[in-house]
């Protein structure tokens, strides 16, 4: 039987690497955005296009704390709130979509509903694609944040959860959720065969089988001055965000996203912000949320 333990033993023989150097932490966030969470970039001329991105609310598997990635997890209670009452907000400030993208995975699609039903704007296009799901975690999938944090040090599990190029260990098919994943028919529709999907993902992997969809799919239908909202996930946005801002390799490590706060990006005519990105609601509670998400790698006993 697959357990946690041997999870754990199996992922220290995968990983030797040294811990993430101290700015990487409070000085590398303060490097990429300012205390309301936006990106600090100078102004380059007027916003042409508004994009908005939106990590689905939160899971089942968030509240547990556990690696989920490609397991189709549903929304808990409070990540149904949270998709409302960012509809609402974007309703009252009178905002509209055109087109919606999704990834595959419930929580995505199930996010985007709410929004749009929330906007009074249920008739919008949902468009859904494998390209945009979460990150794949491989082995790590399951696995507790915290526990992994009391084992291998908080240092360590930062850089499964966020370096740029460090890919877990792949998925075997002795794993638990290996074969939920790979034999669900939702599989069978993606653009490559389904023996090509990922076992296992870097941020740059994602970023990598992200791009060809951004820019063949998303940019042609911004471009034609449609206002897009793409319902992702924490890793799928963080990518896109690495890919429109400019963000460095090292830089990415520092952004957090929580689930549920819509992200406004203003964009020039080649797509390039014109100003800092907005999180837009209150912000006492954006930063207490993104507070919460950076404690999920930090070392916590779960139980005796």
């Not at 990834?103 to 709410?114: P, Y």
Request: aromatic letters at 8%.
């Amino acid at each position: 039987m697959w357990t946690v333990a041997f999870g754990l033993v199996y992922l220290s023989r995968q990983f030797k690497r040294g811990p993430i150097p101290n700015n990487t932490n409070s000085q590398q966030q303060e490097r990429t955005a300012d205390h309301h969470g936006k990106l600090l970039l100078p102004v380059a001329g007027m916003a042409k296009y508004k994009l908005f991105l939106l990590r689905h609310g939160e899971g089942a598997w968030n509240i547990e704390n556990r690696f989920c990635s490609w397991v189709d997890q549903k929304l808990s209670e409070a990540g149904v709130k949270e998709a409302q009452e960012c509809g609402r907000l974007l309703k009252k400030r009178g905002y509209e979509f055109d087109q919606v993208f999704t990834s595959l995975l419930s929580r995505s699609v199930h996010t985007a509903w709410l929004v749009l039903e929330a906007m009074g704007q249920e008739w919008v296009p949902v468009v859904k694609s494998w390209r945009l799901n979460e990150r794949h975690y491989g082995a790590l999938i399951g696995l507790n944040r915290a526990e992994m944090a009391l084992n291998h040090g908080e240092a360590q599990v930062k850089i499964w959860r966020r370096s740029y190029d460090v890919t877990p260990p792949p998925i075997p098919e002795s794993h638990p959720y290996f074969f939920e994943i790979y034999n669900d028919r939702r599989y069978t529709s993606c653009d490559v065969p389904k023996e090509s999907l990922p076992r296992s993902e870097s941020l740059k992997d994602v970023l990598d089988r992200l791009l060809p969809y951004w820019e063949n799919v998303i940019v042609p239908e911004i471009k034609k001055g449609q206002t897009v909202l793409i319902s992702g996930h924490g890793n799928s946005c963080r990518a896109l965000l690495k890919h429109i801002e400019g963000i460095s390799d090292e830089d990415i490590v520092g952004v957090t996203l929580p689930t549920g706060i819509p992200i406004l990006l203003e964009l020039d005519e080649d797509l390039r912000p014109v100003r800092p990105r907005q999180l837009l609601g209150d912000q006492e509670k954006i930063q207490a949320a993104i507070k919460k998400v950076e404690d999920q790698g930090k070392a916590k006993r779960t139980g005796k």
